[in-house]
């Protein structure tokens, strides 16, 4: 007991001792707190001046930018503008929204020309009668809002103007001078709104504000008012202050680019009550270290003295006493903890086997780029080969593959250097060495009758750089895909990876697209037989080219489906699609497909007929709304009604006898005649219409009126 007693005291010693030593730091640790409170405040507050700080560096880099990027400079200097140049007043204002939209911290825009009074802002342009309206939208009263133009300096500069309900907007501003007479031709600038950034911060207890050098409020809360002018009197960076009976803490920062106070108002008691919360915390979390400490230093000293119990019988020099064991008990001890030694290690083993595993395994997929993990098996520059082997049918698990996998072990590895790996559909192994195909054939044999089952050998190229592998495995993981996708097998043997037939898809694709336009003209007219043939023809000669890559080959059932399914009832439509996707069988897709035929509606009076007329009205309606906005195209139609391009063009060729641009130019030209006959130029008319130029607008008219735009207005007028 001697013993266990000096370990009990000496675990209690490395327990406490540093507790006890602790408590002397924490005493000391109340201040500290304060002041990493205070610290943590001040941060944040860096933080927002630093983030709106730097949105005034941006706004005044962007208007810079902006002013020598637009026509701003030269129609500042126009007294009366002609109608080109109010047409630029539209571009001015598009690119102010998009300058606006650069920036979150950004609220408005704006571009001022003094000579001929227009107001351009991100959102519309202000004839000069009504330009006081951007002033009342900004809740600001005219004067003041025009009186911000004049900064004196051609430069960027900020400035703050407050509105009728006491706080204010920051400005960035860039003015334009004449250089003779110093007259004031235009102003641009974008209006910043603090309020985003402080908001965030506002609380019961805490208030962020922002004021300028005279301690006027530009926005914060409810407080803040009353806060600046006591801070205003004082004149201190921070400190503490009394408002409304309640003590409050308070810190000040200056922006380094304008004349804006940052600050934050934080109650007192509150700030305190983090402290007491922490000290009752630290209380807490020292009795809970005392008593684990303790229960370890007991856990500990036991644990240690048991195996010393057991073996001082054989160490001491008087007789044993009745608490001692024999020695054949402390020889099965030792018997039990080297085989348990022993089971572990085959563990922490078979572990790290699992991981290299793991870790080849994803590098040969390409989810990994680093090839040390294979420079472990395999020399960089020296040639390797990968061989996988599988079943010649029927469906194995993992124990088969592991099993698989030792074989291939004892088989190759024993003998070469490499390394075996194992996935779902084969067990393969990368052989440091070039293999002739006759010595593949004596590894598949032998691999066979060690498995008792024929196997199917697939036989990578020989390859000498390590970043090749992946390569090497794409190749086999396609042949394997190939086999399952059409449903056979290639027969026991070894095959190469480029034994795989490859036929061209883009000449192809061209004969399958002609069949299948065949197949959408048959089913829109209503035609069952000719729709059955084109089918089986499309099955027979585009859909089981085994030549073709089995990528393709799906993709091309996936439109034939796509083609059916507006004929089929919706709520079957939406069942068979969900089945389609899950199968990955040229055999079984070929089922679904005439599965899918069959289901259609042939009657006259059915809900096919239904979706043509829903699928005419949609588009009209949507190319009615839309035909001024002139990127409007038949992929945007598509787009809107989620389908195919493809498949819409011909469908709503089929339902109505024109395409979906011929729809759209006759909306268009139907708009332009009544235009021109309303007396418009032919360029006003095709910017109304949604054409990009006169020139695309007299396009149109003469492919299909005929005659020209001008013609057509003059026969209006003579009549």
């Not at 008990?329 to 085989?339: D, I, K, N, R």
């Amino acid at each position: 007991m001697k013993v266990y007693k000096r370990f009990l005291a000496s675990y209690l010693c490395v327990c406490l001792v540093p507790l006890l030593l602790s408590l002397v730091t924490i005493c000391h640790l109340e201040r500290r707190v304060q002041d990493s409170i205070m610290d943590k405040q001040k941060s944040y507050m860096q933080s927002v001046r630093q983030e709106i700080d730097q949105g005034l560096g941006d706004a005044a880099t962007t208007l810079a930018a902006f002013a020598e990027s637009t026509p701003a400079s030269h129609l500042a200097e126009e007294g009366a503008l002609s109608p080109a140049q109010l047409f630029e007043l539209c571009e001015l204002r598009d690119s102010l929204s998009a300058v606006i939209s650069q920036n979150p911290m950004f609220y408005r825009g704006f571009c001022y020309f003094s000579r001929n009074g227009f107001l351009v802002t991100d959102r519309r342009t202000y004839h000069p009668e009504s330009a006081s309206l951007f002033a009342w939208d900004l809740e600001l009263e005219p004067d003041s809002f025009y009186s911000l133009m004049d900064g004196g300096s051609p430069a960027e500069h900020v400035r703050t103007v407050y509105k009728k309900t006491g706080d204010g907007w920051v400005f960035v501003l860039r003015s334009q001078y004449d250089s003779q007479s110093r007259e004031l031709l235009s102003c641009v600038g974008i209006v910043l709104q603090l309020d985003k950034n402080l908001s965030a911060w506002n609380t019961e207890d805490l208030e962020a504000f922002a004021a300028d050098d005279a301690y006027q409020l530009i926005c914060g809360g409810e407080r803040a008012p009353a806060a600046c002018q006591l801070m205003a009197q004082n004149s201190q960076a921070e400190g503490s202050l009394e408002l409304d009976g309640q003590r409050y803490v308070f810190s000040q920062y200056q922006s380094g680019l304008s004349g804006i106070r940052y600050g934050f108002l934080m109650r007192q008691d509150a700030y305190y009550h983090e402290v007491h919360i922490a000290w009752l915390q630290l209380i807490l979390e020292l009795a809970v270290i005392f008593v684990v400490s303790v229960l370890l230093a007991v856990f500990w000293s036991r644990r240690t003295y048991r195996p010393i119990k057991n073996i001082l019988p054989f160490v001491s020099a008087g007789p044993p006493g009745p608490e001692y064991r024999s020695i054949e008990e402390l020889g099965s001890a030792l018997v039990s903890f080297a085989q348990e030694k022993e089971s572990l290690a085959s563990q922490v083993a078979r572990s790290e086997q699992q991981a290299r595993s793991a870790a080849l395994g994803q590098y040969l997929l390409g989810i990994t780029k680093n090839a040390s993990v294979l420079s472990q098996y395999l020399e960089e520059g020296q040639p390797y080969q990968l061989l996988a082997f599988a079943p010649e049918e029927g469906t194995y698990g993992e124990a088969f593959f592991q099993k698989l996998r030792e074989c291939l072990d004892e088989i190759l590895l024993d003998k070469s250097g490499g390394v075996s790996l194992q996935f779902p559909q084969c067990a393969a192994v990368l052989v440091q060495k070039s293999l002739s195909r006759e010595e593949a054939a004596d590894i598949h044999f032998a691999a066979e009758q060690t498995i008792s089952l024929a196997l199917v050998c697939y036989m990578s190229d020989t390859y000498t750089h390590l970043a090749d592998a992946p390569q090497a495995w794409a190749a086999i993981y396609r042949a394997l895909y190939h086999d399952r996708f059409w449903g056979h097998s290639r027969g026991r043997g070894v095959w190469m990876t480029n034994d795989l037939p490859e036929a061209d898809s883009s000449a192809s694709y061209r004969d399958f697209l002609s069949r299948q336009k065949a197949l959408t003209e048959n089913l829109a007219a209503g035609k069952v037989q000719r729709a059955a043939a084109c089918l089986k023809k499309l099955i027979a000669e585009d859909l089981s080219d085994k030549a073709l890559p089995v990528e393709d080959t799906q993709r091309r059932y996936a439109d034939v489906a796509e083609l059916l399914l507006p004929y089929v009832e919706e709520a079957q439509a939406s069942s068979i699609l969900g089945q389609f996707r899950r199968y990955s069988t040229a055999h079984e897709m070929e089922e679904a497909l005439l599965h899918l035929f069959g289901q259609i509606a042939w009657e006259p009076n059915s809900e096919l007929s239904a979706a043509k007329k829903d699928l005419t009205e949609r588009v009209r309606e949507y190319i009615r709304a839309n035909y001024q906005n002139p990127a409007l195209n038949a992929s945007m139609v598509a787009d809107y009604l989620e389908m195919n391009l493809s498949t819409l063009s011909h469908q709503y060729k089929a339902a109505t006898g024109s395409g979906v641009l011929d729809e759209l130019h006759a909306v268009r030209l139907e708009t332009a005649k009544k235009l021109l006959g309303q007396g418009l130029s032919v360029k006003e008319t095709a910017e109304r219409t949604g054409y990009v130029d006169p020139r695309s607008l007299i396009r149109a008219f003469k492919r299909y009126e005929g005659i020209t735009p001008g013609q057509y207005a003059k026969n209006s007028a003579s009549e």
